[in-house]
């Protein structure tokens, strides 16, 4: 046997990069049964609001922190208010375009069915309350910040949670190329 000299073409390149896994079923349960979770917390906490505080009360919790019955005809925060048809509209097509990323490239990370899974949760939670009500329930307050829900809570987590995942996913690569993200070592990116 002859030992082989030198290097190959080949072994010369840079490993590619490989191709984003698409969901398989275990990925789907996680994120359908994240996305029922924070439908089933957010909507029980909104009846629960709904039933037991009449709209604008107050309670205090503690010092800084009250639960206030409001109702939010706009988005986060009260952006765009009155404006349901394009507040449902780019809610709608923001939750299509997750699940169709999700489908393609949902087992790149595990923590990708969970924090798609917040996401699309709170925000269908919300446009289920926009398109039957005209409104989202909102209830937390924390001093000098705008009035939330339970849903606004797990699409922040969600997105947080994504940005991790992301973050894990580039220093993977980067470790692996030996350098720094997006390109081999010594190329800018």
Known sequence: MQAARGTGLIEQLPPVEPPPRAAGSLQWAGLLAVVAAVIAADQLTKRLIVRELSLGETHRVVPGVDITHLRNTGIAFGIFPGRLEVVSLLTALAVVWMLAHFAKSGSRHVLFPVALGFLIGGSVSNLFDRITNGYVTDFIHVSHWPTFNL???????????????????????????????????????
């Open 151 to 189: 849903a606004d809570c797990f699409i922040v987590v969600g997105v947080v949670l994504l940005l991790v995942g992301l973050g894990r996913l580039d220093h993977g690569a980067s470790a692996e190329h030996g350098g720094p993200p997006g390109g081999p070592p010594g190329e800018l990116a």
